[in-house]
């Protein structure tokens, strides 16, 4: 009995999504695929920003440091050179994207991925800090490579830290925008001694 109550309260969810969103003007969706577009093209600029920095910065330093300090600035040149890498085309990329025209279903598949993306890059954020704590506990047990390991461990350190920053700065702008912008209705479902209590607010 509880599943067939299940299933019907889910039946029922989705057809209000389903009408939630034909309610929903397409010149709205258009608005918001392109103010989404707009937040990843930003990012991509704030990412080639810190890369390019990191350039001007490091660059001086690898040239003119010493020890493990000239290894920080080489790890710093060299991991930019792949963030440069990424964000020119996500800029050119997100001039050329059409941004027009997508029904409801589309717009949450590209939302859902750019989340999913996002997210996933936080956790690989994760992976980059503790690579750069392991390398800078093992320096000292491995005396001709010191240098070395503690450079592009804080190398490590630094760079995964701001791409944490960066990738959970991005999810949340998406997901905010989202839920302000497309306002996707949130039910409130509980079971009582009486029965099945179903709120929707829209």
Do not use: C
């Not at 997508?102 to 690989?124: D, H, W």
Request: aromatic share 14%; glycine share 12%; net charge positive.
């Amino acid at each position: 009995m509880k599943k067939r109550i299940g299933f019907i309260a889910l039946t029922f969810l989705l057809k209000v999504n389903a009408l939630h969103a034909q309610n929903i003007p397409a010149q709205e969706l258009d608005r918001f695929n392109q103010e989404r577009n707009r937040i990843t093209r930003g990012g991509m600029f704030a990412l080639g920003g810190w890369a390019l920095g990191n350039f001007a910065v490091s660059g001086v330093g690898w040239a003119r440091g010493e020890g493990s300090n000239k290894y920080f600035h080489m790890g710093n040149v060299l991991w930019n050179t792949v963030n440069l890498g990424l964000a020119i085309p996500g800029i050119v990329r997100s001039y050329r994207d059409k941004t027009d025209g997508f029904s409801y279903v589309k717009t949450l598949k590209y939302q859902n991925r750019a989340e999913k993306i996002y997210l996933f890059n936080a956790g690989l954020d994760v992976g980059y800090i503790m690579a750069g704590f392991a390398l800078k506990g093992y320096a000292h047990k491995i005396v001709n490579r010191k240098d070395m390991m503690q450079g592009f461990g804080n190398s490590l350190l630094m760079q995964g830290g701001f791409l944490l920053l960066y990738d959970t700065g991005m999810f949340l702008a998406h997901h905010i925008h989202f839920r302000q912008r497309i306002r996707k209705p949130y039910p409130e479902m509980a079971f009582t001694g009486n029965g099945l209590y179903l709120k929707y607010s829209f």
